[in-house]
């Protein structure tokens, strides 16, 4: 069986019409379409809702009690998945359903492959801006920690239950889900898919969203800008150490008055600054820590439909 897990979050205007395109491509296979309403705010529970009584075979879905991000919708969909095979996607239709049966029949064919990542094609339609950000990004992630991901490489994806359960047992709180999937190993082979318009709606993710997107990404998955600090004290240490000697000779053996209230404050106030930088990136793992030993769950469910164990 294939298990499809849909994240959605205010996207009413896309449910339908995406239903109607997945249950067409997949017609002739054994399959489940897992909806997740991320604690949407308009009507698109109500749409779910709608397509689930008129297909109750396939369709099943969970409603958070509010909005927990997309990774935590991921976290969830798998946990509700019985298939051999899970697909993600967006529920905007910016991944074409057809990718589904490409993926699908690569993995069939291709016993030692365990996952396929889709990356985006043809980046052209980006801001420059962004696509410097993202350079920038995936040179330090790669760079500053164990996992590898690949530049475009996207959510939307397909794996065997095996990739599954190790992303389940990997039970963090604070999820970077394409971080996981990389972190997990296996063999990953990767397919291009070219990204198309949103249907309706608006992106989730401003330019802010983005930037705490990557910070969370690099601090998750590496400790390395803690040791920055060391590095970087040590040097200016260095640095300071050869300076006292200077002036110290300057003065008894030059005679010379060393000048000075500019330099002073320059330093002083480079130094104040790196300082407060760096405590605040300890301040960020001891954060992130913090909110980890607390154990909350990942989500909380309102109402679900389709499975076994149903809430009602
Ligand atoms: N999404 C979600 N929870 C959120 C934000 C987004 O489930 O808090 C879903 C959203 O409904 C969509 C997918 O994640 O199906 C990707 O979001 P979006 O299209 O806004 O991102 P983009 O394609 O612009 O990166
Ligand atoms: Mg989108």
């Known amino acids: 069986m294939l298990s499809v897990i849909i994240p959605a979050y205010n996207e009413e205007g896309n449910i339908l019409e995406l239903n109607k395109k997945l249950t067409n491509t997949l017609k002739d296979l054994d399959y489940e379409l897992i909806y997740i309403d991320d604690g949407s705010n308009d009507s698109t529970l109500e749409k779910i809702n709608?397509?689930?009584?008129?297909?109750?075979?396939?369709?099943?879905?969970?409603?958070?009690?509010?909005?927990?991000?997309?990774?935590?919708?991921?976290?969830?969909?798998?946990?509700?998945?019985?298939?051999?095979?899970?697909?993600?996607?967006?529920?905007?239709?910016?991944?074409?359903?057809?990718?589904?049966?490409?993926?699908?029949?690569?993995?069939?064919?291709?016993?030692?492959?365990?996952?396929?990542?889709?990356?985006?094609?043809?980046?052209?339609k980006e801001s420059l801006f962004n696509r410097f950000f993202k350079k920038i990004f995936y040179k330090l992630i790669n760079k500053l920690s164990d996992i590898n991901l690949v530049d475009g490489a996207s959510d939307f994806r397909m794996f065997r239950k095996n990739i599954k359960d190790a992303v389940l047992n990997l039970?963090?709180?604070?999820?970077?889900?394409?971080?996981?999937?990389?972190?997990?190993?296996?063999?990953?082979?990767?397919?291009?898919?070219?990204?198309?318009?949103?249907?309706?709606?608006?992106?989730?993710?401003?330019?802010?969203?983005?930037?705490?997107?990557?910070?969370?990404?690099?601090?998750?998955?590496?400790?390395?800008?803690?040791?920055?600090?060391?590095?970087?004290?040590?040097?200016?240490s260095f640095l300071a150490l050869l300076y006292i000697i200077i002036t110290i000779f300057q003065v008894l053996i030059n005679g010379k008055d060393v000048p000075g209230y500019a330099s002073l404050l320059v330093v002083t106030l480079f130094l104040g600054g790196l300082q407060l930088i760096f405590i605040g990136i300890i301040g960020n793992y001891i954060g992130k820590t913090y909110l980890e030993t607390k154990q909350r769950p990942i989500y909380i469910e309102k109402e679900t439909k389709g499975f076994d164990n149903e809430i009602l």
Not at 63 to 90: H, P, Q, T, V
Not at 196 to 223: C, D, L, M, P, V
């Open 50 to 124: 709608l397509i689930y009584n008129k297909d109750t075979d396939h369709i099943k879905y969970i409603s958070f009690s509010r909005n927990f991000g997309k990774e935590a919708a991921i976290y969830a969909g798998l946990e509700k998945s019985n298939g051999d095979y899970i697909c993600i996607i967006d529920s905007d239709l910016q991944q074409n359903p057809k990718y589904i049966i490409s993926m699908l029949d690569y993995l069939k064919k291709n016993n030692s492959t365990d996952q396929i990542a889709m990356v985006m094609k043809d980046r052209k």
């Open 171 to 236: 039970s963090e709180k604070n999820r970077f889900s394409k971080g996981i999937f990389s972190w997990i190993g296996f063999n990953t082979e990767y397919m291009y898919y070219t990204v198309e318009k949103r249907y309706s709606g608006k992106t989730k993710f401003n330019k802010k969203e983005q930037f705490k997107y990557a910070i969370e990404g690099i601090t998750n998955y590496s400790i390395k800008p803690i040791n920055l600090s060391i590095i970087i004290g040590s040097i200016i």
